[in-house]
């Protein structure tokens, strides 16, 4: 069977959830290969269907960004001849797939949701148009690069090799022009990640800037919190609370809108949601269409009586 | 005197009903087109960076007939010339394709920056600014939020999903900008008459050296099998809050398995 790399993504030496996603997608196309930069839980990648363990520990792949690890990451595709190529598909995940792609002359595909295999043939599966339209697709050029947004798959494991091969590799000079000056890691919400949570709790413009009820009824249902765009432009949640075109695309089981209007760029990072529930005073607010059940009402009053109601019931 | 590219890309309006044609690619005849509000923002900080000392900007598009309006709005904005490449075939052209045809295009311009949008609003992948960087071999300071620039140097805030960066490049340089850079302008009355008098080149695939067997639907390196539409969603229940809203909902909730 024919090797195929997969990009892992380890903050501070944490392989996130989306990682071994890749390694669960990648054993229906071949034998995973994980490739790893810096530190990384060899461990977990090996128990999650990792057969080898590329390691690049340079540390010019923290102090440059993006275009170092394309370069060694299409030497790579260049010795081993994948079958494919997977990465997540995160701000530089996609960028590190399309400058290996030009670089091997291979297709891309970017934001994939599913990637199916049929007697070797892989198809992929895009959402397009603000989540309105299923698009399947195929590379019909060198060995496919695809970018995978999380959730994709659920990581089932399966023990590999996992055999370490630490690779030597020298970045050239020109690879070496966008500096990283300073960085400064995410601080955990200490809720769950938005993207991968199974309840996603959103608050917009309606919540007037105040996000305790919004975040007492994520709390009560374990969930994890998001935001409109003009919550975020007002400055009452971080960027990174986004959900939209522009920010996060959340599929979770559950999605609850509280005071977004439900405009086409916000839609597009929620729509696919399993159920989606809103509440907003407007009865003639867009998400009304989207959802499954809607309150029509002020948020100040339906949260609280909501939350009080979940925590009764769980007793 | 700092000069700027522009690359901005002509879309269908995200708003209207979009949908594919029979050969998959999107339907760009049937839905009203304009600037992808994406690149406003790329625009806009151009504007900025050389209203704050001394320049030039450039917009430059690759489209069909139509996407004239996206560089005419442009520079209704502000920008001082326009280019537009446009051939037949052209059309259906991969993300690979595209950046090929902008970065003939750059070679034959005369620029210190050229900026994008962070993504394309119909079928956007984002990746478009990296592929230039890449066939121009420039340095890409890519998804900045906020932008300073010094001399020849720009250094910007990207806002990642692991962490936040402080990243810096110097000279010759391509810089995609996020919609957090802030507001785009509108253009004024004065503009919208100052952009008829605005140079604005035409060129051809044959002005750029560019085989037509190199772009294009039929050269692309990925193929569109079929595009579905979402079945649209059943209509939910909706009730009016007439205090006992938020027990409804949690009832709801509870039916669903979620409490
Ligand atoms: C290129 C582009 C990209 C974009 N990307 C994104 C994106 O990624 N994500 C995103 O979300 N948006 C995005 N937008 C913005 C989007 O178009 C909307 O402007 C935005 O989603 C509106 O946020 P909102 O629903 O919170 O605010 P509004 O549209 O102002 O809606 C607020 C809602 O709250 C209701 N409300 C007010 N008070 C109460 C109350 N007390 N109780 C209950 N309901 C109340 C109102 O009835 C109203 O429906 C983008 C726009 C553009 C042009
Ligand atoms: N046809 C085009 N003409 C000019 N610029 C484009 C074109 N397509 C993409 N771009 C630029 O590349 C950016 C990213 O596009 P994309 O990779 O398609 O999402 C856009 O925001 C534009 O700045």
Same mark, same amino acid.
């Given at each position: 069977?024919?090797?195929?790399?997969?990009?892992?993504?380890?903050?501070?030496?944490?392989?996130?959830?989306?990682?071994?996603?890749?390694?669960?997608?990648?054993?229906?196309?071949?034998e995973p290969s994980a490739v790893v930069f810096g530190d990384a839980d060899t461990a977990v990648l090996t128990e999650y269907g990792a057969e080898k363990i590329y390691t690049y520990s340079d540390s010019v792949y923290?102090?440059?960004?993006?275009?170092?690890?394309?370069?060694?990451?299409?030497?790579?595709?260049?010795?081993?001849?994948?079958?494919?190529?997977?990465?997540?598909?995160?701000?530089?995940?996609?960028?590190?797939?399309?400058?290996?792609?030009?670089?091997?002359?291979?297709?891309?595909?970017?934001?994939?949701?599913?990637?199916?295999?049929?007697?070797?043939?892989?198809?992929?599966?895009?959402?397009?148009?603000?989540?309105?339209f299923t698009v399947a697709a195929q590379v019909t050029k060198g060995a496919p690069v695809i970018a995978v947004k999380p959730n994709s798959a659920a990581p089932e494991a399966a023990a590999g090799a996992g055999a370490v091969e630490a690779v030597s590799f020298d970045v050239p000079e020109s690879a070496k022009a966008v500096k990283i000056v300073s960085s400064e890691p995410r601080v955990s919400t200490g809720r769950p990640e938005l993207t991968e949570a199974a309840i996603v709790v959103?608050?917009?413009?309606?919540?007037?800037?105040?996000?305790?009820?919004?975040?007492?009824?994520?709390?009560?249902?374990?969930?994890?919190?998001?935001?409109?765009?003009?919550?975020?432009?007002s400055g009452w949640k971080p960027h990174t609370f986004q959900v939209g075109q522009t920010g996060k695309t959340v599929s979770p089981q559950l999605y609850v809108a509280n005071g977004i209007s439900g405009a086409i760029q916000h839609r597009a990072g929620m729509q696919t949601s399993k159920t989606i529930v809103a509440v907003n005073k407007d009865e003639e607010a867009p998400i009304f269409e989207l959802v499954d059940f809607g309150v029509v009402g002020d948020i100040k009053s339906v949260l609280p009586q909501a939350t009080e109601e979940i925590t009764k019931r769980k007793g | 005197m700092t000069k700027i590219v522009v690359a901005v890309k002509y879309v269908p309006d995200a708003t209207a009903d979009r949908t594919f044609d029979a050969d998959n690619t999107v339907d760009r005849e049937n839905v009203d087109g304009?600037?992808?509000?994406?690149?406003?923002?790329?625009?806009?900080?151009?504007?900025?960076?050389?209203?704050?000392?001394?320049?030039?900007?450039?917009?430059?598009?690759?489209?069909?007939?139509?996407?004239?309006?996206?560089?005419?709005?442009?520079?209704?904005?502000?920008?001082?010339a326009g280019v537009h490449v446009e051939d037949d075939s052209i059309a259906g052209s991969d993300a690979f394709a595209t950046s090929l045809v902008l970065a003939k295009a750059l070679e034959k311009l005369e620029f210190d920056m050229v900026f994008f949008g962070m993504g394309s609003t119909d079928a956007g992948m984002g990746v478009v600014p990296t592929l230039v960087a890449e066939r121009l071999g420039l340095p890409a300071i890519t998804f900045?939020? @906020? =932008?300073?620039?010094? !001399?020849?140097? +720009?250094?910007?805030?990207? &806002?990642?999903?692991?962490?936040?960066? @402080? =990243?810096?490049?110097? !000279?010759?340089? +391509?810089?995609?900008?996020? &919609?957090?850079?802030?507001?785009?302008?509108?253009?004024?009355?004065? !503009?919208?008459?100052?952009?008829?008098?605005?140079?604005?080149?035409?060129?051809?695939?044959?002005?750029?050296?560019?085989?037509?067997?190199?772009?294009?639907?039929?050269?692309?390196?990925?193929?569109?099998?079929?595009?579905?539409?979402?079945?649209?969603?059943t209509a939910g229940e909706i009730v009016t809050d007439e205090g006992d809203g938020g027990t409804k909902l949690v009832e709801f909730l509870a039916s669903k398995k979620f409490v």
């Open positions: 069977m024919s090797e195929v790399l997969v990009l892992i993504e380890a903050p501070q030496g944490k392989v996130t959830k989306p990682s071994l996603e890749l390694l669960t997608i990648a054993r229906r196309i071949g923290e102090e440059y960004l993006v275009a170092p690890k394309a370069e060694a990451l299409a030497a790579l595709v260049a010795d081993k001849a994948p079958a494919a190529v997977l990465v997540p598909s995160s701000t530089e995940g996609k960028e590190v797939a399309a400058r290996v792609a030009l670089k091997s002359q291979s297709g891309l595909i970017t934001d994939a949701v599913d990637v199916t295999v049929d007697g070797g043939a892989i198809t992929t599966t895009q959402m397009a148009f603000a989540g309105n959103s608050g917009g413009r309606g919540t007037g800037g105040d996000f305790t009820e919004v975040e007492a009824l994520a709390d009560a249902l374990g969930a994890a919190v998001g935001a409109s765009r003009a919550a975020v432009d | 304009l600037l992808s509000e994406l690149d406003e923002y790329a625009v806009e900080q151009a504007l900025q960076v050389v209203e704050a000392g001394d320049g030039e900007v450039t917009v430059l598009t690759v489209g069909p007939a139509d996407a004239s309006d996206a560089v005419r709005k442009a520079l209704q904005m502000g920008a001082d900045a939020s @906020e =932008i300073s620039v010094d !001399g020849d140097t +720009v250094k910007i805030r990207r &806002d990642g999903d692991a962490a936040t960066h @402080e =990243i810096e490049a110097s !000279g010759k340089l +391509v810089v995609s900008v996020t &919609d957090q850079t802030g507001e785009a302008r509108y253009p004024s009355f004065k !503009g919208i008459m100052a952009a008829k008098k605005k140079p604005v080149e035409e060129w051809s695939l044959a002005d750029l050296g560019i085989d037509g067997a190199e772009v294009g639907l039929e050269n692309a390196w990925t193929k569109v099998e079929s595009t579905t539409p979402r079945p649209p969603r």
